[in-house]
């Protein structure tokens, strides 16, 4: 066992990195149990598509209307602090959507209310506790930080969160989102035991919010191996949003999955990623960051020309599983290549930028890979995204060296 926790938390990390992950993980199943547990709370409520479309969109809106303040707000507190009252209000909602679920009060417009604030708690609460990795461990151990961070996303929010959320929800509807208010209740208590600096990371706050938004904005511009690794992001989430979009139709229609199969898809991905975290640390200690990056954008081109090509459900299985594995190498080197050439007191605007970036891409790959299957048929998003992905990966094959290897002054 002690051989064990020295490979997933090594020591010379530190017991802040331990209790760091130990709340991620723990978080992860909260949000992996109302993955599932969300939607069917939705469908009770309503049959209208566009209710239940525009719950989603109330989740994910806030990253695109608050992100960036998040950001810039992160930069100028304790963001452990603001970590721990961002979550305190998730729990909050969730008890107050508990209330009225017990009290059988509960409506469509009161879901819609609670999504979109949970939406926003959320925005601030991730946002902030990404910057707390770069403040705990060296530089040179970031890849492998959030490497544990993403093993327990896999884990926790991908595969076992969400059939439990389903469990929960056929057991009583109050019973998974009381589960997840105890998650995050707890990840709450492992995180206040992190030690960090105390007071904000910056010397001097005197400045408004909007031109430290600003000042964010220029840096990233200014830098180009930053600037080069957000234009990527934004691109390839769109490349990849605008098949991911219409994949219930491709399988189901295109090739003829049933919806367990469908389900499946999910798995097989989260599986792919399971497999990159055992043998993450072997393959940073063995290749260049630069080798994996260009392997792994390679594999997203390839990704989208054999779904295109594909007819069978065992190809769209291996598919998925390919994906998963690489866009977990991917996530996890981006985000410490990010980390490592950002400065301290910049941490939370570029990575609220970066999240921008992500969910700004997947947003506007959605809306255009609707359009592109409505005129084209449904392998015509994968065809878009191949040529997209493909043109862009040659246009920075070489800035990925430097890009790979940037570091903060």
Not at 16 to 30: A, C, D, H, K, Q
Not at 156 to 181: D, E, H, T
Request: hydrophobic fraction near 55%; aromatic fraction near 10%.
């Amino acid at each position: 066992m002690t051989k064990f926790v020295e490979a997933v938390f090594p020591e010379r990390m530190g017991r802040s990195f331990r209790w760091l992950v130990g709340s991620s993980w723990v978080s992860n199943i909260g949000d992996g149990i109302a993955m599932a547990a969300g939607p069917l709370l939705v469908a009770s409520q309503t049959s209208s598509p566009f209710l239940v479309a525009l719950a989603a969109l109330l989740n994910k809106l806030p990253w695109l209307l608050f992100g960036l303040w998040a950001g810039a707000i992160a930069d100028r507190v304790d963001r452990r602090r603001l970590v721990i009252v961002a979550d305190a209000l998730r729990v909050l909602v969730i008890a107050a959507l508990g209330a009225f679920i017990v009290t059988d009060t509960v409506n469509i417009t009161i879901v819609l209310a609670v999504m979109l604030a949970l939406g926003v708690a959320e925005v601030f609460a991730d946002t902030t506790s990404q910057t707390l990795m770069p403040m705990l461990v060296p530089k040179k151990d970031l890849a492998i930080g959030h490497a544990r961070l993403q093993a327990g996303f896999l884990t926790a929010n991908q595969l076992a969160g969400p059939p439990l959320g389903a469990f929960l929800f056929a057991a009583g509807m109050v019973w998974p989102f009381l589960v997840q208010a105890v998650a995050v209740s707890l990840a709450i208590v492992l995180i206040a035991q992190v030690v960090t600096p105390r007071g904000p990371v910056r010397g001097d706050i005197s400045t408004h919010i909007r031109q430290d938004i600003a000042d964010g904005l220029r840096w990233v511009w200014r830098t180009p191996a930053v600037r080069t690794l957000m234009l990527t992001i934004l691109t390839f989430n769109i490349t990849y949003a605008a098949p991911i979009g219409v994949l219930v139709l491709y399988a189901t229609e295109h090739l003829g999955m049933s919806q367990l199969e469908f389900g499946l898809l999910t798995t097989a991905m989260a599986l792919g990623g399971l497999l990159s975290t055992a043998v993450f640390d072997k393959l940073q200690r063995r290749f260049p960051f630069a080798t994996i990056m260009r392997v792994v954008l390679s594999c997203e081109v390839l990704w989208h020309l054999v779904l295109a090509v594909n007819t069978t459900e065992w190809g769209a299985f291996a598919a998925m599983f390919a994906f998963g594995a690489y866009s977990f190498l991917w996530g996890a080197i981006s985000n410490a290549v990010r980390q490592r050439a950002t400065p301290m007191e910049l941490q939370g605007r570029v990575g609220s930028l970066n999240m921008v970036s992500v969910f700004g891409g997947i947003l506007l790959g959605n809306a255009l890979g609707g359009v592109i299957a409505e005129h084209w048929g449904l392998t015509a998003p994968f065809w878009f995204g191949f040529v997209g992905a493909g043109i862009t990966l040659a246009l920075i094959w070489r800035a990925l060296g430097h890009i790979a290897h940037a570091e903060s002054d």
